[in-house]
């Protein structure tokens, strides 16, 4: 931890724990001032932006990532009193605090001046104003007799989770999707402060999305081990973990392929990626026990050591893997029809990527890296030094591509760290126990990990006790569903699904 | 050129399970699980303080499959007591059956008497199924269209999953429905015309899983209805699914 020079903020590196009373308190407008100098910059994004209930008003703690030197700054602004919580809009300068600003006046009643869209992020079920449900959702609306609305959802056709897409439309153009969730809402960060044993914390972890177990039981479980001091020098099991993220990026890559094939009714390749996902995640269930890789990951360790034998397996699925994928892949890539159907559709431009702040896939796909593996890395990443997959044209070709792109570079990456294996001589260890399950009083961490659709961010807050007091839970997803809105714009509204699949972005990793 | 096509289609030769009937899951795979007699009250409080899901009674030791996540952390912790097969058949239509207690080997099954008659009758040859995430967290999802793919072909019983309530004999409910997710859940379910069943999928949809008492929950939709078929897993194995549901369309009693 270090205080910058002009003390307005400290800067920490992903997974530091720090005390709460070494962030630096600001007035708000020099907060303000601070943030949006940084945010500026492209280098910087914010990863985490939220407020808690403190001395009878809130505290409000930033995390802004600084992408050149693998740094996070903290800062911090409180707002004492019981009358309503006025401030001028981070947003109104810098977009991609929109949705922080959103989440907190949602959560708390704060009243954002001047921010672009004060809109209800997903009807928590403690949320400020209980007046408004989730059926009353303020959608934009152009009065015109030309156009037409198509709402779509909750309930969607496919066996998919539920989201309402609003499409405002000219004949068979989308002047304007927009987006509403919180259907999926669960309650999920009050439920860490609920739920007290460690097994149980690492459980929810695992199901905040079940397509990314792994990404958030691997944050959560960072996030812990920096608050308890258990187990954080272990290279091995900083391999394994490393690998089964990888592991991951491959099963949902596939499934990913497997699906915008559906959306263009290509059946061989549908059914090909398809069934090349089965040994990807059956290799899940040899390992851990579960196709989705629950309860491999624990905090302090694991159940579930990578055996010799393990790794054996493992490297015949993916010699077989990457045969039958590469001929699929070819076959894909180079035929027109496929090609016709994704390239220049659904395009988001890098500046609007950045604008929107998007994070993983969706900015790399339009040319802006944002992969912590690569400017925040902790892990086997540290030592991989990972050079993120990226393409430039933003549309669904792009996004398709890099699947196909990152499939490839991860499975180069596990064979790498399976040789690494080989030279370390240690075990990964067992799990801590609940009975050495005891936080830093006071304090506060941060981990960042880059799920497979991107960066995902748990921050955790402890009492004088070193008790949970807060706990915050950020899915890349909270960002990237405006870029998928902001894909639409002038497409025809028969686009929507292969749009939609590209992105394949989290329901309830947003919804929470 | 359609020789490229036909190499990667004898690439991959038959993708299918014969019959996903008699396919069996290999071990790490935890499925049913059996518990010993006579274990103290000591191991039995501290199974009970371990199971992060309330699923685990006491006198006799018993787990509730319709809470329990399969994490597996109590056969570890007492070997001795608890092991996990890899039995994949956990569905019934019973809620009382998913209790597995001390000393119980037998698999878990139906209850042919309690399934109703106009299900075989009308769903045997063909059953359409509407499925409604209700704050499901998408492996459930994702299993569940494995049941489609080209490895299980739930397709070839004639059971699918379709697009519209309309078009449906049923629902298949997974996640432990939110209270956001309440109205919908009910209203898609009042869109399925007669006779229709009801399947809950996962420990979430059954008891509620690591949700239960959130206050973002509203489960009251499953007050009102009859539950036709319970699927515990998290989630279950595509295997489990299409057992139980062919158990519970199929059965000739």
Same mark, same amino acid.
């Given at each position: 931890?270090?205080?910058?020079?002009?003390?307005?903020?400290?800067?920490?590196?992903?997974?530091?724990? /720090?005390?709460?009373?070494?962030?630096?308190?600001?007035?708000?407008?020099?907060?303000?001032?601070?943030?949006?100098?940084?945010?500026?910059?492209?280098?910087?994004?914010?990863?985490?932006?939220f407020?808690?209930?403190?001395? $009878?008003? !809130?505290?409000?703690?930033?995390?802004?990532?600084?992408?050149?030197?693998?740094?996070?700054?903290?800062?911090?602004?409180? +707002?004492? $009193?019981?009358?309503?919580?006025?401030?001028?809009?981070?947003?109104?300068?810098?977009?991609?605090?929109?949705i922080y600003?959103r989440e907190i006046a949602e959560n708390? $009643? /704060? /009243?954002?001046?001047?921010?672009?869209?004060?809109k209800p992020v997903r009807f928590a079920f403690n949320r400020f104003n209980?007046?408004m449900q989730v059926?009353d959702y303020?959608?934009?609306?152009?009065?015109?007799?030309?156009?037409?609305?198509?709402?779509?959802?909750p309930?969607?056709?496919?066996?998919?989770e539920p989201g309402h897409?609003?499409?405002?439309?000219?004949?068979?153009?989308?002047?304007?999707?927009?987006i509403q969730l919180g259907w999926q809402h669960r309650g999920v960060e009050q439920?860490?402060?609920?739920?007290?044993?460690?097994?149980?914390?690492?459980?929810?972890?695992?199901?905040i999305?079940?397509?990314?177990?792994?990404?958030?039981?691997?944050?959560?479980?960072?996030?812990?081990?920096?608050?308890? $001091?258990?187990?954080?020098?272990?290279?091995?099991?900083?391999?394994?973990?490393?690998?089964?993220?990888?592991?991951?990026?491959?099963?949902?890559?596939?499934?990913?392929?497997?699906?915008?094939?559906?959306?263009?009714?290509?059946?061989?390749?549908?059914?090909?990626?398809?069934? !090349?996902?089965?040994?990807?995640?059956?290799?899940?269930?040899?390992?851990?026990?579960?196709?989705?890789?629950?309860?491999?990951?624990?905090?302090?360790?694991?159940?579930?050591?990578?055996?010799?034998?393990?790794?054996?397996?493992?490297?015949?699925?993916?010699?077989?893997?990457?045969?039958?994928?590469?001929?699929?892949?070819?076959?894909?890539?180079?035929?027109? &029809?496929?090609?016709?159907?994704?390239?220049?559709?659904?395009?988001?431009?890098?500046?609007?990527?950045?604008?929107?702040?998007?994070?993983? +896939?969706?900015?790399?796909?339009?040319?802006?890296?944002?992969?912590?593996?690569?400017?925040?890395? /902790?892990?086997?990443?540290?030592?991989?030094?990972?050079?993120?997959?990226?393409?430039? &044209?933003?549309?669904?070709?792009?996004?398709?591509?890099?699947?196909?792109?990152?499939?490839?570079?991860?499975?180069?990456?596990?064979?790498?760290?399976?040789?690494?294996? +080989?030279?370390?001589? +240690?075990?990964?260890?067992?799990?801590?126990?609940?009975?050495?399950?005891?936080?830093?009083?006071?304090?506060?961490?941060?981990? !960042?990990?880059?799920?497979?659709?991107?960066?995902?961010?748990?921050?955790?807050?402890?009492?004088?006790?070193?008790?949970?007091?807060?706990?915050k839970v950020k899915d890349?997803s909270f960002?990237?569903w405006?870029?998928?809105?902001?894909?639409?714009?002038?497409?025809?509204?028969?686009?929507?699904?292969?749009?939609?699949?590209?992105?394949?972005l989290s329901y309830c990793g947003f919804d929470l | 050129?359609?020789?490229?096509?036909?190499?990667? %289609?004898?690439?991959?030769?038959?993708?299918?399970?014969?019959?996903?009937?008699?396919?069996?899951?290999?071990?790490?795979?935890?499925?049913?699980?059996?518990?010993?007699?006579?274990?103290?009250?000591?191991?039995?409080?501290?199974?009970?303080? %371990?199971?992060?899901?309330?699923?685990?009674?006491?006198?006799?030791?018993?787990?509730?499959?319709?809470?329990?996540?399969?994490?597996?952390?109590?056969?570890?912790?007492?070997?001795?007591?608890?092991?996990?097969?890899?039995?994949?058949?956990?569905?019934?239509?019973?809620?009382?059956?998913?209790?597995?207690?001390?000393?119980?080997?037998?698999?878990?099954?139906?209850?042919?008497?309690?399934?109703?008659?106009?299900?075989?009758?009308?769903?045997?040859?063909? %059953?359409?199924?509407?499925?409604?995430?209700?704050a499901?967290?998408?492996?459930?999802?994702?299993?569940?269209?494995?049941?489609?793919?080209?490895?299980?072909?739930?397709?070839?019983? *004639?059971?699918?999953?379709?697009?519209?309530?309309?078009?449906?004999?049923?629902?298949?409910?997974?996640?432990?429905?939110s209270q956001n997710m309440?109205?919908?859940?009910?209203?898609? =379910?009042?869109?399925?015309?007669?006779?229709?069943?009801?399947?809950?999928?996962?420990?979430?949809?059954?008891?509620?899983?690591?949700?239960?008492?959130? *206050?973002a929950?509203?489960?009251?939709? #499953?007050?009102?209805?009859?539950?036709?078929? =319970?699927?515990?897993?998290?989630?279950?194995?595509?295997?489990?699914?299409?057992?139980?549901? #062919?158990? #519970?369309?199929?059965?000739?009693?």
């Amino acid at each position: 931890m270090v205080l910058t020079t002009d003390k307005k903020s400290i800067s920490i590196h992903n997974t530091e724990a /720090v005390s709460i009373a070494e962030i630096p308190v600001l007035a708000y407008a020099d907060f303000k001032a601070q943030v949006l100098t940084w945010l500026h910059f492209e280098k910087c994004h914010c990863v985490a932006y939220f407020a808690y209930p403190f001395a $009878g008003g !809130l505290k409000f703690i930033a995390a802004i990532a600084d992408d050149s030197n693998a740094q996070v700054y903290l800062l911090s602004h409180e +707002q004492m $009193g019981t009358q309503a919580i006025e401030l001028d809009a981070l947003s109104a300068s810098a977009m991609p605090m929109h949705i922080y600003e959103r989440e907190i006046a949602e959560n708390y $009643g /704060v /009243v954002f001046n001047n921010h672009p869209w004060p809109k209800p992020v997903r009807f928590a079920f403690n949320r400020f104003n209980q007046e408004m449900q989730v059926n009353d959702y303020p959608f934009y609306k152009i009065e015109s007799d030309q156009l037409h609305e198509v709402g779509v959802g909750p309930i969607h056709a496919g066996v998919i989770e539920p989201g309402h897409f609003r499409f405002l439309c000219n004949g068979e153009t989308v002047l304007h999707l927009e987006i509403q969730l919180g259907w999926q809402h669960r309650g999920v960060e009050q439920l860490y402060l609920d739920k007290k044993t460690l097994l149980q914390r690492a459980i929810l972890s695992e199901n905040i999305a079940g397509d990314t177990a792994v990404g958030h039981a691997t944050a959560s479980a960072l996030l812990t081990e920096s608050l308890t $001091g258990a187990n954080t020098q272990n290279t091995m099991l900083d391999i394994e973990r490393t690998i089964a993220l990888e592991w991951e990026r491959i099963a949902m890559g596939i499934f990913d392929l497997s699906n915008l094939n559906v959306g263009i009714a290509y059946q061989l390749a549908n059914s090909v990626f398809g069934a !090349l996902r089965t040994p990807v995640i059956n290799f899940f269930q040899s390992w851990c026990g579960n196709r989705f890789g629950k309860s491999l990951i624990r905090p302090g360790g694991t159940h579930y050591p990578l055996t010799d034998e393990l790794v054996a397996k493992m490297v015949a699925i993916m010699d077989d893997f990457e045969t039958r994928f590469d001929a699929m892949a070819e076959k894909t890539f180079h035929l027109p &029809s496929v090609l016709n159907r994704f390239d220049g559709i659904g395009k988001v431009t890098k500046k609007q990527m950045t604008l929107i702040g998007a994070v993983g +896939q969706a900015a790399k796909a339009a040319g802006l890296i944002r992969d912590t593996r690569y400017t925040h890395p /902790v892990m086997a990443y540290e030592t991989l030094k990972v050079l993120p997959e990226m393409q430039n &044209s933003g549309d669904v070709l792009a996004r398709f591509t890099l699947r196909r792109l990152e499939i490839k570079q991860s499975i180069r990456m596990i064979r790498h760290l399976l040789d690494m294996r +080989q030279y370390v001589d +240690q075990e990964s260890g067992s799990p801590l126990k609940q009975s050495e399950y005891s936080m830093k009083p006071n304090a506060f961490s941060l981990a !960042l990990v880059e799920g497979w659709r991107g960066e995902i961010c748990h921050c955790a807050i402890t009492d004088e006790n070193g008790n949970l007091q807060h706990y915050k839970v950020k899915d890349p997803s909270f960002h990237n569903w405006l870029a998928l809105a902001l894909s639409l714009r002038n497409l025809e509204i028969s686009d929507f699904p292969i749009n939609n699949k590209s992105y394949n972005l989290s329901y309830c990793g947003f919804d929470l | 050129m359609i020789i490229e096509e036909i190499n990667i %289609l004898r690439q991959h030769g038959w993708q299918y399970i014969p019959d996903p009937l008699k396919a069996e899951v290999p071990a790490p795979f935890r499925g049913r699980p059996e518990i010993q007699v006579g274990m103290s009250l000591d191991i039995q409080q501290e199974l009970f303080d %371990l199971c992060p899901v309330e699923a685990i009674g006491m006198n006799p030791l018993s787990i509730d499959l319709g809470k329990c996540y399969f994490c597996g952390e109590c056969a570890m912790a007492h070997p001795q007591a608890i092991r996990f097969t890899s039995d994949h058949r956990l569905a019934s239509n019973v809620r009382q059956r998913l209790i597995v207690a001390a000393g119980d080997t037998r698999g878990i099954e139906l209850d042919p008497d309690k399934i109703r008659k106009e299900i075989t009758a009308m769903f045997g040859r063909s %059953l359409k199924l509407r499925q409604i995430s209700a704050a499901g967290e998408n492996s459930h999802e994702a299993e569940l269209n494995a049941c489609g793919n080209v490895n299980f072909d739930m397709g070839r019983y *004639g059971i699918e999953f379709v697009a519209s309530p309309r078009h449906a004999d049923g629902i298949v409910i997974t996640g432990p429905i939110s209270q956001n997710m309440a109205e919908a859940t009910e209203i898609c =379910y009042e869109a399925v015309p007669d006779p229709k069943i009801v399947v809950l999928v996962g420990s979430d949809a059954i008891s509620g899983g690591i949700f239960a008492g959130s *206050g973002a929950l509203n489960r009251s939709f #499953l007050d009102k209805v009859s539950i036709d078929l =319970y699927v515990p897993g998290n989630p279950p194995h595509p295997l489990t699914f299409i057992n139980g549901i #062919l158990a #519970l369309s199929r059965s000739r009693s």
